[in-house]
């Protein structure tokens, strides 16, 4: 959902729900317990490859620019 740079903290939904306990306002009449999301650290999110599915990532050189470039463990792709 978001991405905090400095902090390296990113939202995901559905991903560390917290109980947040609020006071009735103009937004929750009622007030009560609040379900939210909580940030979680960059390193412990997946990289998406190409294909769209989730994968582990590996490093190796390319062959053209002599470079050591990110591949995706599931198909070998290289990651941009």
């Known amino acids: 959902m978001s991405v905090d740079r400095k902090s390296q903290r990113a939202i995901v939904e559905g991903v560390r729900m917290m109980s947040k306990h609020t006071r009735p ?20 999110l997946m990289v998406i490859d190409t294909d769209g599915n989730p994968t582990r990532v590996g490093r190796k050189i390319d062959e053209r620019t002599g470079k050591l470039v990110r591949v995706s463990k599931k198909n070998g792709q290289i990651i941009k």
Do not use: F, L
Not at 25 to 43: D, F, L, R, T, Y
């Open 25 to 44: 306002n103009a937004e929750h009449p009622q007030g009560g317990i609040i379900k939210q999301e909580a940030p979680i650290h960059i390193s412990n």
